[in-house]
């Protein structure tokens, strides 16, 4: 069970690693593909402000990458549940202030990733 759950902590930092990237380094580019509903003009305007959510989601991969790292069981485990705890409060937000599709994409890998911890 702990294979499954650093595998499921593991996607949820990658996906964070590339909302990073495109919130960082691809927003005129590859963010205009990924983010079709968001209105075309805003992007450039825009471009520091998805930087900053980016730096944002660095620090979620960051804490789950960390979480992976530790040599303690007991603080594995309690540093990856605080960090999906994070990042599902943030799909939630995301999915009531911006898009149900937040919540899908980052909120339930999260929630499957606390469920596998918490039956450890």
Known sequence: MIIAAKTITALVALIHVYILWIEMFAWTTTGRKVFRNFPKDLFIPT???????????GFLAAGLIWSLLISDVDWSHNVALFFLG????????GAI???KKIFIVQSIPALIGILLWSIL
């Open 97 to 99: 202030s911006v898009s």
């Open 47 to 57: 471009k520091q402000m998805a930087a900053n959510q980016g730096l944002y989601n």
């Open 86 to 93: 994070c990042v599902t409060v943030a799909g939630i937000y």
